[in-house]
Protein backbone atom coordinates (compact mmCIF):
# COMPACT_ATOMS: atom_id res chain seq x y z
CA UNK A 1 0.00 0.00 0.00
CA UNK A 2 1.48 3.05 -0.73
CA UNK A 3 1.62 6.47 0.63
CA UNK A 4 3.55 9.35 2.11
CA UNK A 5 2.31 10.01 5.97
CA UNK A 6 4.36 9.34 9.06
CA UNK A 7 2.19 8.09 11.75
CA UNK A 8 2.99 8.11 15.40
CA UNK A 9 1.03 4.34 15.50
CA UNK A 10 1.15 2.56 12.31
CA UNK A 11 4.68 2.74 11.19
CA UNK A 12 5.98 0.65 8.04
CA UNK A 13 6.08 -2.78 9.37
CA UNK A 14 2.80 -2.38 10.75
CA UNK A 15 1.06 -1.79 7.49
CA UNK A 16 3.00 -4.63 5.96
CA UNK A 17 1.82 -6.35 8.36
CA UNK A 18 -1.94 -5.75 7.44
CA UNK A 19 -1.30 -7.66 4.20
CA UNK A 20 -0.19 -10.88 5.78
CA UNK A 21 -2.33 -10.99 8.64
CA UNK A 22 -5.41 -10.50 6.29
CA UNK A 23 -4.10 -13.66 3.97
CA UNK A 24 -3.90 -15.73 7.62
CA UNK A 25 -7.08 -14.83 8.39
CA UNK A 26 -8.45 -16.38 4.94
CA UNK A 27 -6.64 -19.93 6.02
CA UNK A 28 -8.36 -19.37 9.43
CA UNK A 29 -11.43 -19.02 8.21
CA UNK A 30 -11.60 -21.16 5.25
CA UNK A 31 -14.86 -22.74 4.62
CA UNK A 32 -15.79 -21.41 8.06
CA UNK A 33 -16.94 -18.25 9.05
CA UNK A 34 -16.83 -16.86 5.56
CA UNK A 35 -19.11 -19.92 4.03
CA UNK A 36 -21.57 -17.93 6.93
CA UNK A 37 -21.58 -15.23 5.08
CA UNK A 38 -22.65 -16.47 1.45
CA UNK A 39 -26.08 -17.45 0.39
CA UNK A 40 -26.78 -19.81 -2.09
CA UNK A 41 -29.07 -18.31 -5.07
CA UNK A 42 -30.50 -19.16 -8.28
CA UNK A 43 -28.63 -17.79 -11.25
CA UNK A 44 -27.46 -14.89 -8.96
CA UNK A 45 -23.59 -14.12 -8.13
CA UNK A 46 -20.33 -14.98 -9.70
CA UNK A 47 -19.12 -18.50 -8.25
CA UNK A 48 -21.09 -21.45 -9.28
CA UNK A 49 -22.13 -23.39 -6.11
CA UNK A 50 -24.39 -26.22 -6.93
CA UNK A 51 -27.90 -27.37 -8.58
CA UNK A 52 -31.37 -28.12 -7.63
CA UNK A 53 -33.83 -29.95 -8.99
CA UNK A 54 -36.39 -27.61 -11.27
CA UNK A 55 -39.94 -26.99 -9.30
CA UNK A 56 -43.12 -25.58 -10.87
CA UNK A 57 -42.76 -21.69 -10.86
CA UNK A 58 -39.09 -21.47 -10.96
CA UNK A 59 -37.53 -19.02 -13.79
CA UNK A 60 -36.76 -21.13 -17.01
CA UNK A 61 -34.18 -19.01 -17.52
CA UNK A 62 -31.97 -20.77 -14.68
CA UNK A 63 -32.30 -23.81 -16.27
CA UNK A 64 -29.07 -25.80 -17.54
CA UNK A 65 -30.31 -26.95 -20.92
CA UNK A 66 -26.69 -28.59 -21.43
CA UNK A 67 -27.28 -30.77 -18.63
CA UNK A 68 -30.95 -31.43 -19.71
CA UNK A 69 -29.26 -32.35 -23.33
CA UNK A 70 -27.27 -34.98 -21.54
CA UNK A 71 -29.81 -36.68 -18.67
CA UNK A 72 -33.31 -35.39 -19.56
CA UNK A 73 -33.05 -34.04 -15.75
CA UNK A 74 -34.76 -30.53 -15.20
CA UNK A 75 -32.17 -28.67 -12.95
CA UNK A 76 -31.37 -25.23 -11.74
CA UNK A 77 -28.22 -23.59 -11.51
CA UNK A 78 -27.31 -21.92 -8.05
CA UNK A 79 -24.56 -19.68 -7.29
CA UNK A 80 -23.60 -18.20 -4.54
CA UNK A 81 -23.67 -14.27 -3.15
CA UNK A 82 -21.77 -12.55 -0.63
CA UNK A 83 -23.76 -10.92 1.94
CA UNK A 84 -21.72 -7.31 3.05
CA UNK A 85 -21.16 -7.09 6.71
CA UNK A 86 -21.48 -3.56 8.65
CA UNK A 87 -18.52 -3.56 11.04
CA UNK A 88 -19.07 -0.45 13.61
CA UNK A 89 -15.49 -0.70 15.67
CA UNK A 90 -15.84 1.38 18.93
CA UNK A 91 -12.42 2.20 20.38
CA UNK A 92 -12.56 3.81 24.25
CA UNK A 93 -10.36 6.95 24.19
CA UNK A 94 -11.58 7.72 28.14
CA UNK A 95 -8.26 8.66 30.43
CA UNK A 96 -7.57 5.19 31.80
CA UNK A 97 -6.73 4.26 28.71
CA UNK A 98 -3.79 6.60 28.84
CA UNK A 99 -2.18 4.28 31.16
CA UNK A 100 0.99 2.38 29.59
CA UNK A 101 0.17 1.68 25.73
CA UNK A 102 -3.78 0.61 26.22
CA UNK A 103 -4.51 3.13 23.37
CA UNK A 104 -1.61 2.60 21.18
CA UNK A 105 -2.81 -1.14 21.11
CA UNK A 106 -6.70 -0.56 20.77
CA UNK A 107 -5.92 1.46 17.64
CA UNK A 108 -3.85 -0.86 16.13
CA UNK A 109 -6.42 -3.56 16.53
CA UNK A 110 -8.95 -1.03 15.43
CA UNK A 111 -6.65 -0.84 12.76
CA UNK A 112 -6.40 -3.75 11.72
CA UNK A 113 -9.70 -5.03 11.85
CA UNK A 114 -10.53 -2.38 10.33
CA UNK A 115 -8.59 -3.38 6.82
CA UNK A 116 -9.49 -6.99 6.68
CA UNK A 117 -13.56 -5.60 6.88
CA UNK A 118 -12.44 -3.51 3.96
CA UNK A 119 -10.21 -5.78 1.86
CA UNK A 120 -13.60 -8.27 2.60
CA UNK A 121 -15.34 -5.62 1.34
CA UNK A 122 -17.68 -4.79 3.84
CA UNK A 123 -19.14 -1.63 5.53
CA UNK A 124 -16.62 -0.20 8.35
CA UNK A 125 -17.12 2.62 10.26
CA UNK A 126 -14.84 4.11 13.40
CA UNK A 127 -15.54 5.95 16.37
CA UNK A 128 -14.70 6.71 19.86
CA UNK A 129 -16.39 7.15 23.08
CA UNK A 130 -15.98 8.26 26.51
CA UNK A 131 -18.69 9.74 28.53
CA UNK A 132 -20.59 10.60 24.99
CA UNK A 133 -20.48 8.81 21.74
CA UNK A 134 -17.84 10.92 19.19
CA UNK A 135 -18.85 9.87 15.57
CA UNK A 136 -15.98 9.18 13.81
CA UNK A 137 -15.73 7.87 9.84
CA UNK A 138 -18.12 5.21 7.99
CA UNK A 139 -19.08 3.69 6.81
CA UNK A 140 -16.07 3.14 4.05
CA UNK A 141 -15.50 0.03 1.20
CA UNK A 142 -12.20 -0.73 0.18
CA UNK A 143 -8.98 -0.92 1.36
CA UNK A 144 -8.06 2.46 -0.32
CA UNK A 145 -9.64 3.97 2.32
CA UNK A 146 -7.70 2.29 5.31
CA UNK A 147 -5.61 5.63 5.30
CA UNK A 148 -8.35 8.13 6.22
CA UNK A 149 -8.70 5.20 9.51
CA UNK A 150 -5.33 5.87 10.34
CA UNK A 151 -5.59 9.69 10.03
CA UNK A 152 -8.27 9.30 12.51
CA UNK A 153 -6.81 6.51 14.93
CA UNK A 154 -3.47 8.50 15.26
CA UNK A 155 -4.90 11.65 16.15
CA UNK A 156 -6.82 9.97 19.49
CA UNK A 157 -6.27 11.01 22.55
CA UNK A 158 -7.15 9.72 25.93
CA UNK A 159 -8.72 11.72 28.59
CA UNK A 160 -11.87 12.05 30.23
CA UNK A 161 -13.96 10.13 32.25
CA UNK A 162 -16.05 6.77 31.09
CA UNK A 163 -19.76 6.58 30.54
CA UNK A 164 -20.38 3.25 28.88
CA UNK A 165 -24.21 3.32 28.99
CA UNK A 166 -24.79 6.39 27.64
CA UNK A 167 -22.06 6.51 25.08
CA UNK A 168 -22.25 3.11 23.68
CA UNK A 169 -26.36 4.09 23.83
CA UNK A 170 -25.77 6.43 21.66
CA UNK A 171 -23.96 5.01 19.19
CA UNK A 172 -26.66 2.36 19.04
CA UNK A 173 -30.19 5.12 19.38
CA UNK A 174 -27.39 7.27 16.40
CA UNK A 175 -26.84 3.99 14.04
CA UNK A 176 -29.50 2.92 11.86
CA UNK A 177 -27.87 -0.33 10.18
CA UNK A 178 -27.33 -3.15 12.51
CA UNK A 179 -24.08 -5.42 11.80
CA UNK A 180 -21.44 -6.43 13.81
CA UNK A 181 -20.22 -3.90 16.58
CA UNK A 182 -16.91 -4.22 18.32
CA UNK A 183 -16.08 -2.28 21.48
CA UNK A 184 -12.75 -2.04 21.93
CA UNK A 185 -12.27 -0.89 25.80
CA UNK A 186 -10.60 -1.44 29.30
CA UNK A 187 -13.90 -1.62 30.79
CA UNK A 188 -13.26 0.54 33.30
CA UNK A 189 -16.76 2.05 34.40
CA UNK A 190 -18.12 -1.60 36.39
CA UNK A 191 -21.59 -0.52 37.14
CA UNK A 192 -22.50 -0.03 33.20
CA UNK A 193 -20.81 -2.32 31.56
CA UNK A 194 -23.94 -4.75 31.96
CA UNK A 195 -26.54 -2.49 30.70
CA UNK A 196 -24.18 -1.04 27.88
CA UNK A 197 -23.93 -4.93 26.70
CA UNK A 198 -27.64 -4.95 26.65
CA UNK A 199 -28.43 -2.03 24.89
CA UNK A 200 -26.54 -3.25 22.02
CA UNK A 201 -28.20 -6.65 22.49
CA UNK A 202 -31.44 -4.78 22.43
CA UNK A 203 -30.58 -2.89 19.53
CA UNK A 204 -30.19 -6.19 17.93
CA UNK A 205 -26.13 -5.71 17.19
CA UNK A 206 -23.88 -8.68 16.88
CA UNK A 207 -21.19 -7.54 19.51
CA UNK A 208 -17.55 -8.72 19.92
CA UNK A 209 -15.68 -7.37 23.18
CA UNK A 210 -11.96 -6.83 22.95
CA UNK A 211 -10.84 -6.43 26.74
CA UNK A 212 -7.49 -4.14 26.56
CA UNK A 213 -5.11 -4.96 29.63
CA UNK A 214 -1.81 -3.99 30.60
CA UNK A 215 -0.53 -6.38 32.74
CA UNK A 216 1.58 -4.07 34.37
CA UNK A 217 -1.27 -2.34 36.54
CA UNK A 218 -0.98 -4.56 38.85
CA UNK A 219 2.49 -5.14 39.35
CA UNK A 220 3.01 -3.47 41.94
CA UNK A 221 5.87 -4.03 43.47
CA UNK A 222 6.75 -1.03 46.10
CA UNK A 223 5.65 -1.23 49.61
CA UNK A 224 4.82 1.06 51.92
CA UNK A 225 1.97 4.35 52.07
CA UNK A 226 0.79 5.63 49.21
CA UNK A 227 -1.82 7.79 47.77
CA UNK A 228 -3.43 6.67 44.66
CA UNK A 229 -5.07 8.74 42.02
CA UNK A 230 -7.96 8.08 40.29
CA UNK A 231 -6.67 9.51 36.33
CA UNK A 232 -10.46 9.69 35.10
CA UNK A 233 -12.09 11.13 38.50
CA UNK A 234 -9.43 12.24 40.64
CA UNK A 235 -10.35 10.84 43.47
CA UNK A 236 -7.77 9.54 45.98
CA UNK A 237 -7.08 7.06 48.41
CA UNK A 238 -4.34 6.43 50.71
CA UNK A 239 -3.14 3.08 51.22
CA UNK A 240 -0.55 0.79 52.54
CA UNK A 241 0.85 -1.27 50.25
CA UNK A 242 1.75 -4.89 51.71
CA UNK A 243 2.13 -8.40 50.33
CA UNK A 244 -1.15 -9.23 51.00
CA UNK A 245 -2.58 -6.00 49.55
CA UNK A 246 -0.80 -6.84 46.50
CA UNK A 247 -1.71 -10.05 45.92
CA UNK A 248 -5.33 -8.91 46.84
CA UNK A 249 -5.33 -6.29 44.10
CA UNK A 250 -4.26 -8.62 41.82
CA UNK A 251 -6.99 -11.29 42.32
CA UNK A 252 -9.34 -8.40 42.09
CA UNK A 253 -7.45 -7.65 38.25
CA UNK A 254 -8.50 -11.29 37.68
CA UNK A 255 -11.91 -11.50 38.83
CA UNK A 256 -12.55 -8.11 37.54
CA UNK A 257 -11.98 -9.66 33.98
CA UNK A 258 -13.67 -13.06 34.47
CA UNK A 259 -17.06 -11.03 35.33
CA UNK A 260 -16.83 -9.29 32.08
CA UNK A 261 -16.15 -12.78 30.14
CA UNK A 262 -19.30 -14.10 31.94
CA UNK A 263 -21.46 -11.24 31.33
CA UNK A 264 -20.27 -12.09 27.55
CA UNK A 265 -21.43 -14.84 27.73
CA UNK A 266 -24.36 -15.06 29.42
CA UNK A 267 -25.36 -12.44 26.31
CA UNK A 268 -23.99 -14.48 23.11
CA UNK A 269 -21.06 -12.39 22.60
CA UNK A 270 -17.66 -13.25 21.98
CA UNK A 271 -15.14 -11.67 24.24
CA UNK A 272 -11.68 -11.52 23.88
CA UNK A 273 -8.61 -10.38 26.12
CA UNK A 274 -6.41 -8.19 24.65
CA UNK A 275 -3.58 -7.77 27.00
CA UNK A 276 -0.69 -4.75 25.40
CA UNK A 277 1.92 -7.34 26.03
CA UNK A 278 0.61 -9.48 23.40
CA UNK A 279 1.29 -8.67 19.55
CA UNK A 280 -1.16 -6.94 17.53
CA UNK A 281 -1.33 -9.80 15.37
CA UNK A 282 -1.66 -12.56 18.05
CA UNK A 283 -4.73 -10.55 19.35
CA UNK A 284 -6.48 -10.93 16.19
CA UNK A 285 -5.77 -14.37 14.85
CA UNK A 286 -6.95 -14.94 18.46
CA UNK A 287 -10.16 -13.24 17.60
CA UNK A 288 -10.58 -15.31 14.29
CA UNK A 289 -10.27 -18.51 15.91
CA UNK A 290 -12.55 -18.01 19.00
CA UNK A 291 -14.82 -17.53 15.62
CA UNK A 292 -15.67 -14.11 15.81
CA UNK A 293 -15.46 -10.74 13.49
CA UNK A 294 -16.28 -12.25 10.43
CA UNK A 295 -19.74 -14.57 10.74
Keep these: MAHSRKYRRF ?32 ASGIEFADYRNYAPGDDMRTLDWRIYARTEKLLLRLFEEKEELDIHILVDRSASMAMGTKLD ?60 RESIGGFAAQTRRRGLAVVISDFYDADNIDACLRRLRYAQFETHVIHVVDRDEAAIVAHGDFEFIDCETGDTVALTATPAMIAAYRKEQDRFQLEIEALCARRGMLYCVAPTQLAFQDVVLRIFRAGGFIS
Design 105 to 164: HAARLAASMAYIGLRNMDRVSVHTFDTDFERGLGPLMGRGQIFKFFDLLDKIEADGGTEM
Design 11 to 42: DEDFIQQLEKLYLISKKVLSGGQFELRKRRKV
